[in-house]
Protein backbone atom coordinates (compact mmCIF):
# COMPACT_ATOMS: atom_id res chain seq x y z
CA UNK A 1 0.00 0.00 0.00
CA UNK A 2 2.99 2.26 0.38
CA UNK A 3 3.84 1.57 -2.68
CA UNK A 4 1.05 3.31 -4.25
CA UNK A 5 1.30 6.63 -1.94
CA UNK A 6 4.81 6.98 -3.04
CA UNK A 7 3.89 6.49 -7.05
CA UNK A 8 0.70 8.83 -6.80
CA UNK A 9 3.48 10.79 -5.15
CA UNK A 10 5.67 11.02 -7.47
CA UNK A 11 3.46 12.13 -10.73
CA UNK A 12 2.46 15.28 -9.09
CA UNK A 13 6.09 15.97 -8.05
CA UNK A 14 8.40 18.63 -10.61
CA UNK A 15 10.18 16.06 -11.98
CA UNK A 16 10.46 15.37 -15.58
CA UNK A 17 8.29 12.46 -15.47
CA UNK A 18 5.75 14.16 -13.40
CA UNK A 19 4.99 17.03 -15.52
CA UNK A 20 5.00 14.50 -18.67
CA UNK A 21 1.89 12.13 -16.44
CA UNK A 22 0.42 15.21 -15.28
CA UNK A 23 0.58 16.58 -19.02
CA UNK A 24 -1.12 12.88 -20.51
CA UNK A 25 -3.48 13.04 -17.62
CA UNK A 26 -4.60 16.45 -18.39
CA UNK A 27 -4.67 15.62 -22.21
CA UNK A 28 -7.08 12.11 -21.41
CA UNK A 29 -9.42 13.95 -19.74
CA UNK A 30 -10.30 17.03 -21.82
CA UNK A 31 -8.28 20.01 -19.81
CA UNK A 32 -5.45 22.27 -20.31
CA UNK A 33 -2.47 20.39 -21.06
CA UNK A 34 -0.06 22.94 -19.81
CA UNK A 35 -0.82 25.76 -17.24
CA UNK A 36 -1.96 29.05 -18.77
CA UNK A 37 -2.69 32.67 -17.50
CA UNK A 38 -6.13 34.10 -17.00
CA UNK A 39 -6.79 35.63 -20.27
CA UNK A 40 -5.61 32.04 -21.95
CA UNK A 41 -8.26 29.99 -19.52
CA UNK A 42 -11.02 32.93 -20.79
CA UNK A 43 -10.90 31.54 -24.27
CA UNK A 44 -10.21 28.21 -23.36
CA UNK A 45 -13.65 28.27 -20.83
CA UNK A 46 -15.17 30.47 -24.27
CA UNK A 47 -14.13 27.47 -26.65
CA UNK A 48 -15.57 24.29 -24.23
CA UNK A 49 -19.01 25.73 -24.19
CA UNK A 50 -21.54 24.25 -26.18
CA UNK A 51 -22.18 26.66 -29.55
CA UNK A 52 -24.66 29.53 -28.95
CA UNK A 53 -26.70 28.08 -32.04
CA UNK A 54 -27.50 24.97 -29.90
CA UNK A 55 -28.70 26.19 -27.27
CA UNK A 56 -32.57 25.05 -27.03
CA UNK A 57 -34.02 27.89 -25.39
CA UNK A 58 -32.07 30.21 -28.09
CA UNK A 59 -32.58 28.40 -31.14
CA UNK A 60 -36.47 27.66 -33.10
CA UNK A 61 -36.81 23.94 -33.53
CA UNK A 62 -39.94 24.30 -35.46
CA UNK A 63 -40.61 24.99 -38.68
CA UNK A 64 -44.03 25.52 -40.74
CA UNK A 65 -45.41 23.65 -43.08
CA UNK A 66 -44.41 26.02 -46.66
CA UNK A 67 -46.50 24.07 -48.92
CA UNK A 68 -49.56 23.99 -46.71
CA UNK A 69 -49.05 27.77 -46.32
CA UNK A 70 -48.34 28.56 -49.68
CA UNK A 71 -51.77 26.52 -50.88
CA UNK A 72 -53.78 28.51 -48.35
CA UNK A 73 -52.40 31.71 -49.63
CA UNK A 74 -53.51 31.05 -53.26
CA UNK A 75 -56.77 30.07 -52.18
CA UNK A 76 -57.05 32.71 -49.93
CA UNK A 77 -56.23 34.84 -53.21
CA UNK A 78 -58.51 33.03 -55.22
CA UNK A 79 -61.11 33.87 -52.61
CA UNK A 80 -60.68 37.37 -53.05
CA UNK A 81 -59.35 37.79 -48.89
CA UNK A 82 -55.95 37.55 -49.90
CA UNK A 83 -54.04 40.09 -51.73
CA UNK A 84 -50.52 38.94 -53.24
CA UNK A 85 -49.12 42.10 -54.43
CA UNK A 86 -46.16 40.17 -56.53
CA UNK A 87 -48.37 37.77 -58.09
CA UNK A 88 -50.75 40.11 -58.87
CA UNK A 89 -48.15 42.22 -60.99
CA UNK A 90 -46.77 38.88 -62.60
CA UNK A 91 -50.21 38.05 -63.82
CA UNK A 92 -50.33 41.46 -65.35
CA UNK A 93 -47.32 41.86 -67.15
CA UNK A 94 -48.07 38.16 -68.71
CA UNK A 95 -51.72 39.75 -69.80
CA UNK A 96 -50.28 42.05 -71.85
CA UNK A 97 -47.47 39.77 -72.87
CA UNK A 98 -50.05 38.15 -74.56
CA UNK A 99 -52.49 41.13 -75.35
CA UNK A 100 -48.73 42.37 -77.44
CA UNK A 101 -48.57 38.89 -78.84
CA UNK A 102 -45.69 38.15 -77.06
CA UNK A 103 -46.34 34.79 -75.73
CA UNK A 104 -47.75 31.79 -78.14
CA UNK A 105 -50.17 29.11 -75.99
CA UNK A 106 -50.93 26.34 -77.79
CA UNK A 107 -53.78 24.39 -77.92
CA UNK A 108 -53.77 21.97 -75.05
CA UNK A 109 -52.23 18.41 -75.98
CA UNK A 110 -50.50 20.25 -79.07
CA UNK A 111 -47.19 21.24 -77.37
CA UNK A 112 -44.05 20.14 -77.78
CA UNK A 113 -44.07 16.90 -76.39
CA UNK A 114 -47.31 16.19 -78.27
CA UNK A 115 -45.12 17.03 -81.36
CA UNK A 116 -42.48 14.56 -80.39
CA UNK A 117 -45.24 11.66 -79.88
CA UNK A 118 -47.25 12.17 -82.80
CA UNK A 119 -49.77 14.91 -81.62
CA UNK A 120 -53.34 14.85 -83.20
CA UNK A 121 -53.49 14.54 -86.59
Given at each position: MSK?????RGIRQATSYGKRMERLSNRIFGEVVRPTDSRSMKIVRMFS???YEQDDWRSVSYFPN??????????????GIYRDEHQDFRDEQNRLKTIAGKVI?????EGKRA???GGKK
Open positions: VVNIGKEPQPMFHYLTKLLRMHRPVIGKLR
